[in-house]
């Protein structure tokens, strides 16, 4: 028998059943259809090891939970939430700016690892532990570029009053 009618008829015979369970898994047609799509054309790549399996159905249907899964998984990062209502009024941003310009100026100016902690702490709000996993050091360490990040800012910025009227 030829590889191609082989996978044929596997395809024709094995689709349906394959398609349902995605399906069920998935909950979205369209996902379920591109998992399977996925699932029969890396079958068809390696058909002559699928077609020896003892199950060529369970090794094709693994695949396709796989894919739909792996999709889903990515496809949440992506997902956007819609806003119910947005506020009536935003508040001016005018006088925060000035403030804000002065800090970012400020942490900018930090020598690079102090700079790191800080964006990674305080923007990207992560916990020491997991800073120092992403810089590659212990959160002793991290601690001390944050206290040594946050002394020299209020050196640099000193209390920021924003009752002062002018800033040069």
């Known amino acids: 028998m030829s590889t191609v009618p082989d996978f044929a008829s596997f395809y ?5 059943t394959l398609l349902r369970t995605t399906y069920a898994v998935t909950g979205d047609r369209q996902l379920a259809e591109d998992a399977v799509q ?3 054309a890396k079958a068809y790549a390696s058909w002559s090891r699928v077609h020896r399996a003892s199950d ?10 796989n894919a ?8 949440s990062f ?8 947005l506020p009536d009024r935003v508040a001016d941003p005018a006088p925060d700016l000035l403030e804000r310009d002065e800090v970012w100026r400020a942490v900018r100016a930090l020598p ?6 800080v964006v990674l702490r305080y923007y990207e709000d992560l916990s020491e532990r997991q800073i120092a996993d992403a810089l590659g050091c212990r959160p ?21 009053d924003p009752a002062e009227g002018d800033r040069a």
């Not at 899964?69 to 496809?75: F, K, L, S, T, V």
């Not at 690079?112 to 902690?117: E, G, L, M, S």
């Open 38 to 40: 996925v699932a029969f």
């Open 78 to 85: 992506r997902r956007e939430t819609p806003v119910d209502r």
């Open 68 to 75: 739909a899964i792996g999709h889903h998984r990515r496809a």
């Open 56 to 65: 060529p159905t369970a090794y094709v249907r693994r695949i396709a939970i």
């Open 112 to 117: 690079p690892r102090q700079r790191a902690v």
């Open 140 to 160: 002793g360490t991290v601690k001390s570029q944050a206290a040594a990040a946050l002394a020299t800012l209020r050196t640099r910025l000193g209390e920021l």
């Open 12 to 16: 024709v015979a094995a689709r349906p």
